[in-house]
C-alpha cells in the first residue's frame, strides 16, 4: 500500500540523488557534505550505467528502465559538473566524511527497516549486484569506497592542484 512514508528513498541512489540536488542547491562551495555525497553520484552512477542489473527483472524499454538510466546519468553529469566547475575539490584532511555519511546512510536504512517496517531499505541484507553477492554487499562497498576517496584525494592533491594552477 501507498502512504506518505513512500516520499522517503530507501536505496542509495535515491537518497544519493535527493541529498546530491539539495547540497548543490543550497550548500557552499565545497561543503562538508559534498566530500561525501560527489563520491556516491559519480562512482555509483558510473556502476550503475556500466553494469545495470534492474535490466535483468524488466525489458529496456520500461519506463523504470528508462527513467534509472537517465536518473544515474544525470547524477554523474552532476558529479562531473561540480567538479569541473570547481564547486567540489577533494581534500585528503576530509577522508572521514564519507565513512561517516555512509554510516549515517545506513542508520537512516536500519531506522527505516525497523521503525518504519520497510521490505528493505538501503541494500541491508542483500547485495547491490544479486550476481556478485560479496563485491556488492554494503560492507564491502564501505571498505572500498574508503579506499577510492582516499586514493583520489591524495591524487587531487599530489597532481590535481598542479595541473589547476598551470592553467590560471
Same mark, same amino acid.
Given at each position: 500500500?501507498y502512504?506518505w512514508?513512500?516520499?522517503?528513498p530507501?536505496?542509495?541512489c ?11 542547491l543550497f ?5 562538508? @557534505?559534498?566530500?561525501?555525497? /560527489? ?5 555509483? *552512477?558510473l556502476?550503475? #550505467?556500466?553494469?545495470p542489473? !534492474?535490466? %535483468? ?12 538510466l537517465?536518473?544515474h546519468?544525470l547524477?554523474?553529469?552532476?558529479s562531473v559538473?561540480?567538479?569541473?566547475g ?6 585528503l584532511?576530509?577522508?572521514? @566524511?564519507?565513512?561517516?555519511? /555512509?554510516?549515517?546512510m545506513?542508520?537512516l *536504512?536500519?531506522?527505516? #527497516?525497523?521503525?518504519?517496517? !520497510?521490505? %528493505? ?15 556488492t554487499?554494503?560492507?564491502?562497498l ?7 576517496v ?7 592533491e599530489?597532481w590535481g592542484k ?6 590560471n
Amino acid at each position: 500500500t501507498y502512504s506518505w512514508l513512500n516520499l522517503l528513498p530507501y536505496t542509495f541512489c535515491g537518497l544519493a540523488s535527493l541529498v546530491y540536488s539539495l547540497t548543490v542547491l543550497f550548500g557552499k562551495k565545497n561543503c562538508t @557534505v559534498m566530500h561525501f555525497i /560527489f563520491y556516491f553520484g559519480f562512482f555509483g *552512477g558510473l556502476c550503475t #550505467l556500466f553494469y545495470p542489473d !534492474f535490466l %535483468e527483472t524488466q525489458t529496456f524499454w520500461d519506463i523504470r528502465s528508462f527513467s534509472g538510466l537517465v536518473h544515474h546519468y544525470l547524477m554523474v553529469c552532476l558529479s562531473v559538473l561540480t567538479f569541473v566547475g570547481g564547486y567540489f575539490q577533494p581534500r585528503l584532511k576530509k577522508w572521514y @566524511v564519507f565513512p561517516l555519511g /555512509f554510516s549515517l546512510m545506513m542508520l537512516l *536504512g536500519l531506522f527505516e #527497516l525497523d521503525a518504519l517496517g !520497510f521490505a %528493505e531499505a538501503m541494500n541491508i541484507g542483500k547485495p547491490l549486484v544479486g550476481s556478485l553477492p560479496v563485491l556488492t554487499s554494503w560492507y564491502v562497498l564501505f571498505a572500498v569506497g574508503t579506499a577510492v576517496v582516499l586514493v583520489f584525494s591524495w591524487a587531487y592533491e599530489r597532481w590535481g592542484k598542479r595541473s589547476a594552477g598551470k592553467q590560471n
